[in-house]
């Protein structure tokens, strides 16, 4: 019968005699410790609880669970049965979940493929808490494509959650994204969150961010008009294929999906886990 709850596992130390062992080295000892806090998902947050330690956030449960496998390990408990009781505790869900797809990687990086709505609050926190922090801190370890959602419809007219000025705004960024490529995007972007969508009182119209960007207003409304459409195809394609739906869906290496706007910071280390070795020296310094 499989063990669900904290205080059964308590009634279980009280029961089970570890079998004698050799004492385990203060290395091994910690290596135990490690493994737990990186397969413990903490149910109020749902992070991992090495994750909730580096991030300072909150785990009341893990953190009783952690004094019980620091019992057990000083009592010679053998890895493997700490381990078992562990995974068979009732836990949060993980952030990071499979979406069907195969995983893409690349030693030493991790694929973003970022899936926003452009006036979708989430969608632009994204970008501000979650993928400049990401980008500015883990660098060239970082692969990042952002997407749109949106739907065409049978007369082929694109519409979106929001309305018809996202629809159109996401064109104009996807346009931004095709031909003058991420860097400006993301200027552009980060202008278009604080001068037009967060600006209730004065906002500014989208030429004013794109002179901000470097892009010549006139040239930018000439894609949206003649090219964007064509563009879009693969945004919506990819939308589908990934079931990125909600704003923002975040698919990192093709195969795990995040939703949400979640600070960068709080995410990291699911972010770390992602990038085969050699990971960056951000993901690995104490």
Partial sequence: MKIRNLAMILCALLVVTASVRAEPTGSQKQSIIDEVKDMYVCPNNNMYLSEADAAGAVCPEGTRVMKWVE????????REDILALVSNLKMGKPLVAKNGQPECNQKGK??????IMSYCPYGIKYVTDTLVPMVNELGDSVEY????????TPDGKFNAMHGQKEADENLRMICLR??????????????FGTEIFNNRQAPKDWSY???QAGVKPAELDACFKEQSAVMAEE???????????????AVYNCGNNIVGAIPFSNIKGQVCRLIPDPKPASCTKK
């Fill in 178 to 191: 095709e031909k003058w490529g991420k860097k400006v995007w993301l200027k552009y972007t980060e202008c």
């Fill in 209 to 211: 961010c794109a002179e």
């Fill in 235 to 249: 945004d919506i394609k990819l939308s589908a294929t990934y079931a990125a739906y909600a704003s923002p869906t």
């Fill in 145 to 152: 494509e952002p997407y749109f959602i949106m739907q065409k």
């Fill in 71 to 78: 019992r057990m390990v000083a009592d010679k408990w053998a």
């Fill in 110 to 115: 991790v694929k973003v493929e970022a899936f």
